[in-house]
């Protein structure tokens, strides 16, 4: 009996640290599923972009192709357990190296994704900014060009197609990966307001300008020249042109009229291209800006340089400098000197 009882007592203690084993094993095994790192991430970081209208099975696809988990297995068993599964928020999240998968589906299902910085400046014209704005953000550069063209919003923003893109400030934004175009012209909208502080309306006011005349002209400088020590003179010249109704003759919104942005040189029958933007023809403003003028620019219109020159030509020495003058005739001196240099380069 003692025998008896012993073999059973022997049994039911491997029974026991078999049950204890099997346990341990259980809990380790659900344990590493949880909480073990599951990422694998060659780099400090990679985007994870989960595009709008993504289902789980869209996200597990992406996870997979860019060989980001150990262990799919795991990671859908939690993603179920934590009722990720059916909360998918697309958007662009950053996978760190050695992730658990309790930390990658709580970020994943947090909908905390990073914010993408967009940068534009020398943007010509809309279809362009669009195109930069597709490089970066999940919509097309397509769908934000036609978001762009739409007379309805421009008009319920108070401009024109033809200034609609003197409400973009060139500068560097974040923006998250899946803003709609709508959100988009927004936020632009809200900078542009908060751009015209009081104090440039005032300045653009004393000089007889809207803000957006202020852009036009704003662009016209950007375009002819790049030295910042420079733009504040070449808009005091402008200025003193408006004043007096005197012809800007500006080559830039020649080239921009004739839509030829190769031109090195402009001749006369650039000049006596019929355009509304050709200011050789038209006196006062174009249209609209030539350009996306930077804030440089356009606060050396607002904080002009006073002065009496109201011609200037590029330097002979292609400095990218440009020689100012007062009078016609010290003006044709200056120009004579640049044509011959301009003959000498066989830029024609």
Known sequence: MKKKTKKILTILLVIFVL????????????????YAPNTIVKSSQVY????????????????????????????????????????????????KPEM???????LLRSGKQTAMKVTFNNIR???????????????????????????ALIDSLGFSSKTFIAMFIPNTYEFYWNTSPEKFVSRMHDEYRS????????????????PVEVS?????????????????????????RLEIGMLLQADPTVIYAVGD????????????????????????????????????????????????????CAKEDFSGYHNFAKSLSQHNANARRFQRALNDRNIY
């Open 125 to 151: 014209n809309l279809p362009q900014l669009a195109g930069k704005i597709g490089e970066v953000l999940e919509s097309d550069s397509a769908s934000i060009a036609a978001y762009l063209t739409n007379s």
């Open 19 to 34: 049950a204890i084993i099997a346990g341990g094993y259980t809990a380790y095994h659900f344990y590493s599923y949880i």
């Open 48 to 95: 994870l972009k989960i595009p709008t209208g993504s289902g789980f099975n869209d996200v597990l696809n992406l996870l997979n192709s860019q060989h980001l988990l150990k262990n799919s297995k795991s990671f859908v068993w939690v993603a179920e357990k934590k009722g990720y599964t059916e909360k998918i928020k697309p958007g662009c999240y950053i996978i």
């Open 261 to 312: 942005f190769s031109i090195r040189r402009v001749l006369r029958k650039h000049t006596e291209f019929d355009s509304p933007y050709n200011t050789y023809k038209y006196i006062g403003l174009p249209p609209g800006p030539i350009c996306m003028p930077s804030v440089s620019s356009i606060d050396a219109v607002l904080n002009y340089e006073m002065h009496d020159y109201l011609y200037f």
């Open 195 to 210: 751009f015209w502080t009081a104090d440039r309306k005032r300045k653009a006011e004393a000089i007889g300008l809207t």
């Open 216 to 240: 036009t002209l704003a662009s016209i400088v950007e375009m002819e020249t790049q030295k910042l020590d420079e733009k504040a003179r070449i808009a005091g010249v402008y200025l003193n």
């Open 100 to 106: 658990s998968n309790n930390e990658l589906v709580n």
